[in-house]
């Protein structure tokens, strides 16, 4: 797993538009994990690799369109997954402080927050892409799976199938865990922001604090509910299957 793609105090993950998901069907399923920052806050290597672009997202570009993510970067990490290359997209970046080519550190500063390109204001699109060419736009996986939870926190994930073991898109899925409040994320919407090969999930919930966790959806006026424990510095795994 990596670290975190800003320094600590420089911002937060976005819970509302989480991959895969739509922000309540107001924008297109989500590539990547949003951060909200200001402008100009560093954004960071979340582990060793080699710079594969840093500039302007024209050419070659990493969205459906040239200058989709603005001043982008992306690194080729030094960490490979069952012998397939990851790389980290950095996208809307306000200033690229690296070239093309560059060998880079965990921690090592790539630019600062912006919102250049097609962006709502300042905050850090972050992305794993994975695959022999990073510019192919579905090549992504859910970000949350692949960082570090900060000390003391796990991280949730499973999936909502139907009676005949189908992932279900677009469907809420609340958890109520350890000392915090109700939240929710919602199960990736279309077959282009893909599951983990393995895992299969369709949502994830990073970082939740080490503790009991009840996840629960409702389908047709029926509750489903499962309970978990989250283990600190490691993966919990639910599905919820929806009655016919």
Same mark, same amino acid.
């Given at each position: 797993?990596?670290?975190?793609?800003?320094?600590?105090?420089?911002?937060?993950?976005?819970?509302?538009?989480?991959?895969?998901?739509?922000?309540?069907?107001?924008?297109?399923?989500?590539?990547?994990?949003?951060?909200?920052?200001?402008?100009?806050?560093?954004?960071?290597?979340?582990?060793?690799?080699?710079?594969?672009?840093?500039?302007?997202?024209?050419?070659?570009?990493?969205?459906?369109?040239?200058?989709?993510?603005?001043?982008?970067?992306?690194?080729?990490?030094?960490? /490979?997954?069952?012998?397939?290359?990851?790389?980290?997209?950095?996208?809307?970046?306000?200033?690229?402080?690296?070239?093309?080519? /560059? /060998?880079?550190?965990? $921690?090592?500063?790539?630019?600062?927050? $912006?919102?250049?390109?097609?962006?709502?204001?300042?905050?850090?699109?972050?992305?794993?892409?994975?695959?022999?060419?990073?510019?192919?736009?579905?090549?992504?996986?859910?970000?949350?799976?692949?960082?570090?939870?900060?000390?003391?926190?796990?991280?949730?994930? $499973?999936?909502?199938?139907?009676?005949?073991?189908?992932?279900?898109?677009?469907?809420?899925?609340?958890?109520?865990?350890?000392?915090?409040?109700?939240?929710?994320?919602?199960?990736?919407?279309?077959?282009?922001?893909?599951?983990?090969?393995?895992?299969?999930?369709?949502?994830?919930?990073?970082?939740?604090?080490?503790?009991?966790?009840?996840?629960?959806?409702?389908? /047709?006026?029926?509750?489903?509910?499962?309970?978990?424990?989250?283990?600190?510095?490691?993966?919990?795994?639910?599905?919820?299957?929806?009655?016919?």
């Amino acid at each position: 797993m990596f670290g975190e793609p800003l320094p600590p105090g420089a911002g937060g993950l976005s819970t509302n538009y989480r991959y895969g998901m739509t922000w309540d069907g107001t924008l297109a399923p989500h590539h990547g994990s949003d951060y909200t920052s200001a402008l100009g806050q560093p954004v960071i290597a979340v582990g060793a690799g080699t710079v594969f672009y840093g500039g302007p997202d024209m050419g070659p570009f990493f969205g459906i369109k040239p200058d989709f993510y603005g001043n982008v970067v992306v690194i080729k990490l030094d960490t /490979a997954w069952n012998e397939t290359d990851v790389y980290a997209l950095y996208g809307h970046l306000d200033t690229v402080l690296v070239q093309t080519g /560059a /060998a880079v550190s965990a $921690g090592e500063v790539l630019g600062t927050v $912006g919102e250049t390109g097609v962006a709502y204001g300042p905050h850090l699109h972050f992305e794993i892409r994975i695959g022999d060419d990073p510019t192919i736009y579905t090549r992504v996986r859910n970000p949350e799976l692949w960082l570090r939870p900060q000390p003391f926190h796990g991280v949730l994930a $499973g999936r909502v199938v139907n009676a005949a073991g189908y992932l279900v898109p677009g469907q809420r899925v609340y958890y109520e865990c350890a000392n915090s409040r109700k939240r929710h994320v919602d199960t990736y919407w279309d077959i282009y922001t893909p599951s983990d090969r393995v895992l299969l999930e369709n949502f994830v919930a990073g970082n939740i604090l080490a503790g009991e966790c009840v996840v629960t959806t409702e389908w /047709a006026g029926t509750r489903i509910e499962k309970t978990t424990r989250i283990e600190k510095g490691k993966l919990s795994f639910v599905v919820l299957t929806l009655p016919d």
